[in-house]
Every structure is written in C-alpha cells, then in structure tokens.
C-alpha cells in the first residue's frame, strides 16, 4: 500500500544544481505528516549512505557534513511530498538518491526506515 517515488535526478556538470522530489503514495499517504523522511545516496560500487532527513513537523533537518551548506530539505505535507534541493554538486555527490519513510521521530540509519522509494540516478562530471 506505501509507495514512494523519487524524481528529478539527472546529470549535471559541478556546480550545478538539481531538486529532487519524492512522493508519497497508498496508507502513506494519508497519513504523510506522521513519517520522518530521509534522504541516503549511493555510489557505484559502495555501500548507502545518509544524506539528509527532516522530521514529520519539518522542524529538525539534518545534513551529512559532506552536503550540509549546500543541500536543502523541504517537505509539503499538503502534497505528501518532500524535495532535496541540491546546489553547487561535486563529483562526489554522484550516485543514485532513494528517499526513505519511518514513524521514528528521528533516524539517520537505513535500517531504521521501513519503506523506500526505487531511486533516482544523480550524476555530477567534472
């Protein structure tokens, strides 16, 4: 029934920029404002990493040191959607970005979310 969808990835040179969007869908749905949503990237070839999460009043963003500064995260329970606006992009920020859902109050581990969305493909040249 839960179903999230990520869009809005793409390729980029460095220092450009990109906003992602991520969906929600299903029982997730109608019930958006109760989940915390996160954000984790992975690269070719290495393990998933965290990127970014808010909590389900909006109140608490968190960020990776390696995207705090220039990565942004919103959310519009209205829509059941979140966004990751993502600005001055290196190369290092290439990989593949999933969004994530968990009814904890706050989690910045990957085994701690308990739906995902499929992905979108970002990828930043030099």
């Known amino acids: 029934q839960v179903q999230l969808v990520e869009s809005g990835g793409g390729s980029v040179q460095a220092g450009g920029s990109l906003r992602l969007s991520c969906q929600a869908s299903?029982?997730?749905?109608?019930?958006?404002?109760?989940?915390?949503i996160g954000w984790f990237r992975q690269a070719p070839g290495k393990e998933r990493r965290f990127v970014s999460v808010?909590?389900?009043?909006?109140?608490?963003?968190y960020y990776a040191d390696s995207v705090k500064g220039r990565f942004t995260i919103s959310r519009d329970n209205a829509k059941n959607t979140v966004a990751l606006q993502m600005n001055n992009l290196k190369p290092e920020d290439t990989g593949v970005y999933c969004c994530?859902?968990?009814?904890?109050?706050?989690?910045?581990?990957?085994?701690?979310?308990?739906?995902w969305g499929q992905g979108t493909p970002v990828t930043v040249s030099s």
């Open positions: 808010i909590s389900w009043s909006g109140g608490r963003p």
């Open positions: 299903g029982a997730s749905g109608r019930t958006f404002s109760s989940y915390t």
């Open positions: 994530a859902i968990t009814m904890r109050s706050y989690a910045l581990e990957s085994h701690e979310y308990d739906y």
